[in-house]
């Protein structure tokens, strides 16, 4: 199943998305966040499947602020009030991908008395998947994702001075503790020339179990402990081209261990790759 988009609404997020990164929040912005109402922008499909998920994950895993779910026209009108933050879906593109690619993300923002929707401040942008990619490849992480933004946002609210929070790659700080811990991945998230758990063992020393997605939500779920979800975010297929992602996240904590991306194409698989292993083998 595809998801069907919050088309007006993305689109124009998208913009704000390729011209320029949006608002590091201030010391004031996280005042004002943690005395906020956090809005779920929902999808005016009633039958949408996105909804559903989003709605379950929230009601089950968000407890930094009271929750509201509101329309795309709701959100026109509201995100000029500081007294709401917003989860809302956005399609983002690189300006080093020259594929002409673009994804969607999940954004944590906060309301401001600002023209541009650009001028939000942001809380998280975390990756969802390939634009256009049906549901199914992230609806079932959907609650491991909902927690790892919570779990940001309130180290933001912390540190509202460490701009290094504003990047994903700031976790990569975590990338030792993960050979104590159990990595869960899919076939398809793996490059092929490590796609069996004997090629990992090659470049990777220590646990690595490859499963399928009922094993992931059962380990997300039960919040297993010392183990790390991949989540990969990339077009399908050896040769097709565009930046792949890759987060590992602990099912127990919904902290992040390591971000990673490339450029995929015929030469470098859309999934973990030889390099990743030996990154996270290094320590």
């Not at 968000?62 to 026109?76: A, L, S």
């Not at 690189?94 to 690619?101: A, E, I, M, P």
Request: charged content about 25%; proline content about 5%.
């Amino acid at each position: 199943m595809k998801r069907s988009s919050l088309f007006a609404l993305m689109v124009l997020l998208s913009v704000a998305a390729i011209a320029q990164q949006r608002p590091y929040p201030t010391v004031d912005d996280a005042e004002k966040f943690m005395k906020s109402v956090t809005c779920v922008v929902m999808e005016d499909d009633p039958f949408s499947f996105y909804n559903a998920e989003i709605k379950d994950a929230v009601t089950r895993y968000w407890k930094v602020t009271p929750v509201k779910y509101i329309t795309v026209e709701e959100f026109n009108v509201m995100r000029n009030d500081p007294a709401y933050s917003f989860i809302v879906l956005t399609i983002t593109n690189f300006s080093n991908d020259k594929s002409g690619s673009t994804y969607d993300f999940l954004n944590l923002l906060l309301g401001a008395d600002v023209d541009n929707l650009d001028e939000l401040p942001e809380f998280c942008a975390i990756p969802l998947c390939f634009s256009g990619a049906p549901e199914e490849e992230y609806s079932y992480k959907l609650g491991l994702i909902v927690r790892f933004m919570e779990y940001h946002a309130e180290l933001v609210m912390k540190n509202p001075t460490l701009s290094a929070l504003r990047y994903l790659k700031y976790y990569n700080k975590n990338v030792p503790e993960i050979k104590d811990k159990t990595i869960l991945v899919r076939e398809a998230d793996l490059a092929p020339e490590v796609n069996t758990e004997e090629r990992i063992a090659a470049y990777y020393p220590y646990r690595v179990r490859i499963v399928d997605e009922e094993e992931i939500i059962r380990a997300i779920e039960e919040k297993q402990k010392d183990v790390v979800i991949v989540h990969k975010v990339g077009p399908d297929g050896v040769k097709r081209s565009g930046t792949c992602m890759k987060t590992l996240i602990g099912a127990d904590d919904a902290i992040m261990y390591y971000y990673d991306s490339h450029m995929s194409d015929s030469k470098n698989a859309s999934g973990l790759l030889i390099s990743d292993l030996k990154r996270l083998a290094r320590f």
